[in-house]
């Protein structure tokens, strides 16, 4: 930045940040889905189901959940075991 | 008839205590006699900023559990001929707040007050839940700040269904009080705006409180802010008071008229 740029410089408007973060974040929370409580059980069920057909290591289970305005994203991402570590 | 309103926020430190004095005394200068109630036990504050802090004798616990009579526990404001203050203790804990007792002294008040103020405690636990619980109105004490705001929300939320009169089917008022508003730092966009809050909140304006120095200054010395009346905070809680009481006064913004004087060169040279 050049020394004139520390006087052009605009301040950021950090204001709008908030109020995003505060209409998304409060969307959810009114609508129950706040706090994600739901999430452990979800797993543990979803590796019962999975282990029904592979064997999976609960370590290797990840479950995401990512919130925006119009839509939430649940990632579920399942490590299975490579078939040398299924030979074993 | 009484009227009961509790001043709540979720969020501590937004100014709920400033704001029950300040309005309590509001009421009381404009004729009304008023209670103001301390429901925060254990960490007892209110009695501080009434400036009564030395005449406690009897509190709201003593008054539950029958120790003494609520004229008792009472305290006469020494400038306000309608203002009554009731602490609360100091040395027990929440618990010893029950719903029956706390129901059993509010009706008391209901049939010789006109206004009867409850301190929310922070939190959505006992102390604050039985604040609101038998409340007609509420005022959600926010700043214009993420999680003062969140917490607002959660707050209103309770109101809305966990109050006696949401239960009765008869919705609590609510009212939206915005406290520690920067204008300047609002303009430069560093500071949520009070119709970003009202938008994301969803509830009637009662007015917005300025930053001020007379607020430390009033809370210093032991004096309702309002009483300062040539303070930015003590003018624009006198504005709330009078839309409490239906006055038809438009919300503004507060401002000062002290400028920087880089700011005044800058702007008058703009």
Known sequence: ?88 | MAKVIVVTSGKGGVGKTTSAAALSAGLALRGFKTAVIDFDVGLRNLDLIMGCERRVVYDFINVINGDAKLHQALIKDKRLENLFVLPTSQTRDKDALTQDGVERVIGELREEFDYIICDSPAGIERGAFLAMYFADEAIVVSNPEVSSVRDADRMIGLLTSKSRRAEQGEPIIQNLLLTRYDVERVEKGEMLKVEDVQDILAVPLLGIIPECPSVLQASNVGTPVILDEKSLAGRAYAEAVGRLLGDDVPVTVPRGSKRGLIDRLLRRTA
């Open chain 1, 1 to 88: 930045m050049s020394v004139l740029g520390i006087f052009s410089r605009r301040p950021k408007k950090t204001a709008e940040a908030a109020r995003e973060r505060l209409q998304i974040l409060l969307a959810h929370e009114r609508a129950g889905l706040s706090g994600a409580d739901f999430l452990p059980q979800l797993q543990r069920e979803l590796i019962e189901v999975i282990r029904k057909y592979v064997s999976v290591d609960e370590d290797r289970v990840q479950v995401k959940l990512e919130r925006e305005q119009h839509l939430s994203v649940l990632e579920v991402n399942i490590e299975l075991p490579t078939p040398s570590e299924r030979n074993n």
